[in-house]
């Protein structure tokens, strides 16, 4: 498999969002995708650029993220070309950030492949995703809007689903498939249907697609959208920029771009999917972020990020994450979810990690946003 860059390919790294269910370690001012939730010595931003620039090259990854984070992203990825790094004023949802970087790559290179890819995911097999990524670019060369669709290992809930149609004759991605729908998330019920059938993708948002195919299914489906977005790519790059954005960003529409352009491409026929199976995890709350951990201290039972000469345990199972620098004395309980930092400290279980979320909305009522 040859790692070099892609020819005409370039991706697209939106990096937003809080994470709050991985409250009080990500934040607002300091999300996941800044952090490093691997143990690896890299943030999930730097992973993401790591995986993705052999296929590409410095010079065409582009980073979408809010104002607030730009200065912290480009500090993480110093070798980014400064043009690449595209800082929204508001947040409006996936279709505008990734339909703004694409819009900025089609008015400099019109032939161009775009692939969008989350910062904050993590991938364990980097050769098969960077073979995925690869069927992908080659699929989408001969039109499809084209997804990859991850193998799901188990009957989840957290998750849309992609349903794989027929299978599609395309030189160099021998995997592609017909997408025939996008689900949304179902119950546990459905969801263990999906996996039972075999038929069915964990739905991770990663999409690639002609760059001009991509715009032409915003202009078809959310037309006045797509005309802000060309509006503010042609001014990108000149002295107007700062004006334009002012003028146009905050009355975009806000959508997904599942919304916007996946789930009406599919309805069409127009999508296609490479299923695939590397290793990916989104790190949705800490029962993920556990799966994640090395096992091999504590007795194998707790999972430990952070300052694990500071963590002591004993008949203790679950999850301890310490960066206040306070020794964290854990005896006696089972399933435990416990986060330490410098200014909040998070106790909870395994069985309530979904419901973190609510507690950063309480923290927030109370007039607490600075932890928030």
């Not at 200065?71 to 929204?88: C, F, H, K, R």
Request: avoid cysteine; glycine fraction near 10%; proline fraction near 7%.
């Amino acid at each position: 498999m040859t790692s070099s860059p892609i020819p005409g390919f370039h991706a697209i790294v939106p990096a937003g969002g809080a994470g709050t269910r991985l409250w009080p370690l990500s934040r607002a001012g300091h999300p996941k995708f800044l952090l490093d939730l691997t143990g690896s010595g890299r943030t999930l931003i730097q992973q993401t650029w790591d995986r993705l620039v052999p296929l590409t090259g410095p010079d065409h990854l582009l980073v979408v993220t809010g104002a607030a984070h730009a200065q912290s992203v480009g500090l993480q990825l110093p070798d980014l070309p400064e043009a690449n790094l595209l800082a929204e004023p508001s947040p409006r949802d996936s279709a505008a950030a990734i339909g703004l970087a694409a819009a900025v790559v089609a008015h400099r290179d019109p032939d161009a492949v775009v692939g969008s890819f989350a910062a904050d995911h993590v991938v364990r097999d980097l050769p098969a995703f960077q073979a995925a990524v690869r069927e992908a670019v080659a699929t989408a060369r001969t039109g499809p809007v084209v997804t990859i669709g991850i193998e799901p290992t188990f009957a989840s809930t957290a998750f849309g689903y992609i349903e794989a149609g027929p299978a599609l004759a395309v030189d160099g991605a021998p995997s592609a498939r017909r997408v025939t729908s996008f689900v949304e998330k179902p119950d546990a019920q459905v969801a263990a249907g999906y996996l039972a059938h075999g038929g069915y993708r964990w739905n991770a948002g990663m999409f690639v697609a002609r760059a001009d195919v991509l715009l032409g299914e915003l202009a078809k489906h959310r037309p006045q959208l797509h005309a802000g977005l060309l509006e503010l790519a042609a001014a990108w790059g000149t002295p107007q920029r700062d004006q334009a954005l002012a003028a146009i960003w905050p009355g975009l529409e806000k959508v997904a771009i599942d919304y916007a352009v996946a789930e009406p491409a599919a309805a069409a026929g127009e999508v296609a999917m490479i299923p695939a199976e590397f290793g990916w995890d989104d790190i949705g709350d800490f029962a993920s972020l556990a799966d994640l951990l090395p096992d091999d201290t504590h007795e194998g039972r707790v999972r430990v990020l952070g300052e694990t000469e500071h963590v002591v345990v004993q008949d203790s199972e679950g999850v301890v994450v310490a960066t206040s620098g306070r020794l964290v004395a854990v005896l006696g309980l089972d399933d435990v979810i416990i986060v330490d930092t410098p200014d909040a400290l998070l106790v909870t279980t395994r069985k309530h990690v979904q419901d973190v979320k609510s507690m950063v909305e309480r923290v927030r009522a109370q007039g607490r946003s600075d932890l928030a």
